[in-house]
């Protein structure tokens, strides 16, 4: 549908949504991008979505378009409940770790596997306790029982203090530490599987991952080697001391044509090792 005439110089767009079985309808965007990712959404549920737009000087929007239904298979990240030594918001995507469990209170794990490569999971960091070295922030690929951090075979991780781990070995390079507004970032993709026998990718092979992970102004970049192939991965973090508070969500992708080419970043960019 044609949303305005071809003259008309569009300042913004203004995006609202709600579900099929809802009446009122509320605001998801406002502003100049023309394409929009809408977070938080109940899977296998119909929403209807409308956009309209404002020209160029002008304070009144054009009139609404033709409603469009969609829906989302992805399951929303959430976090584990009944964890001991950490409370959870009504939606499960906000833990805090509380103060009621002894020193030790484990991993929190993701409900389920719901990172797969390709997406951004952010964490992102609303309140920040003491911190300690064995603290973790990352993903793995199963959940075990009994462990008291991410600082392990089959994870990925960076701890409080900036360090990162992969396998349950520290690397060299390191992120800045983690705060209160921090948000730390981690990009997966596939770039090696050999070899495979039979098409099953859990047979004998040896599974490369290329991980990304952000926090602050500095990122670093590595290869993660399994030795099953994976399709999708839990999160988790872990905190020694109480009054931790995060959410982990997946944020809208970044405008990459905007982005400078990797070749070109600086030293405080991506850093590259094999692990």
């Known amino acids: 549908m044609t949303l305005v005439d071809d003259d008309f110089a569009v300042q913004d767009y203004r995006l609202q949504y709600r579900r099929s079985t809802a009446s009122q309808y509320e605001d998801a965007y406002i502003g100049k991008d023309s ?17 309209c737009a404002r020209g160029e000087g002008r ?8 409603p469009q239904t969609g829906y989302t298979t992805l399951a929303p990240h959430e976090w584990r409940p009944g964890s001991e ?12 770790r509380s103060d009621s469990s002894p020193s030790r209170a484990g991993v929190l794990y993701s409900n389920a596997a719901t990172y797969f490569c390709g997406q951004t999971l952010t964490y992102k960091i609303m309140a920040a306790g003491q911190m300690d070295k064995r603290d973790s ?24 203090n900036g360090a990162v781990f992969v396998n349950g070995k520290e690397m060299t390079n390191q992120l800045p530490a983690v705060c209160a507004g921090s948000a730390v970032t981690f990009d997966m993709e596939v770039v090696g599987l050999f ?21 602050g102004n500095r990122e670093v970049v590595f290869d993660w080697l399994l030795d ?17 508070k995060g ?10 044509s905007q982005q400078e080419p990797q070749h070109l970043r600086s030293e405080q960019g991506k850093r590259r090792g094999t692990w």
């Open 195 to 215: 070899p495979v026998s039979n098409n099953n990718v859990s047979d004998g092979a040896s599974f490369k991952l290329r991980v990304t992970i952000g926090s």
């Open 247 to 256: 959410r982990a969500g997946k944020p809208a992708p970044p405008n990459r």
């Open 59 to 66: 304070t009144e929007w054009s009139p609404w378009s033709v």
């Open 228 to 244: 099953q192939g994976v399709d999708c991965l839990f999160f988790g973090c872990s905190f020694v001391h109480p009054g931790w």
């Open 35 to 51: 394409d929009f990712l809408v977070l938080h959404l109940d899977p296998h549920t119909d929403y209807l979505f409308r956009v």
């Open 137 to 160: 922030l990352g993903v793995c690929v199963g959940c075990e029982s009994g462990e008291e951090s991410l600082q392990r075979d089959k994870a990925v991780c960076i701890s409080t």
């Open 85 to 96: 030594g950490y409370i959870l918001s009504s939606r499960r995507n906000i833990a805090m």
